[in-house]
């Protein structure tokens, strides 16, 4: 089973210009723990989690103090990025072995979707259940 069989193709994305505040609201919205920063070619720049805004708000001691920052600020920049046609198993492997949480998935160097490790986890375990 590929990346491709699981991946999250419609979830939103960042750019350089969004706000912190767009991050929060796009996360509540589509329900999804972490977005990928885009440049205008789609091509990922970073990534947003969670635990990145979190910190972020600790660091200046009040989501209001950090609302109206950039979201890249925040962000993990240079994300480790992985092809539609990975198998999941090594993306998984990839993923615990570099201690991400979140992996966007590219195709022509354009993303394409995003897996969260669960989503891989998930797949494995329905890829090997025994059938009736």
Known sequence: MTLREVLHAHIPTLNRR?????????????????L??????MVPIGVLTE???????????????????????????HPTVASA??????ALHMMLSQ???????????TLCGIVLRVDLMQAMLIDVEPGP
């Open 18 to 34: 969004s706000t912190v505040r767009d991050a929060v609201d796009k996360m509540d919205v589509y329900q999804f723990p972490a």
């Open 85 to 90: 046609s990975i198998e999941v198993s090594d």
């Open 36 to 41: 990928v920063v885009v440049d205008d070619d």
């Open 99 to 109: 201690g991400i949480t979140v992996l966007p998935i590219v195709d022509d160097g």
């Open 51 to 77: 635990g990145d805004l979190c910190r972020g708000i600790g660091e200046q001691g009040s989501l209001f103090a950090v609302k109206d920052e950039p979201v890249f600020r925040f962000a993990t920049p």
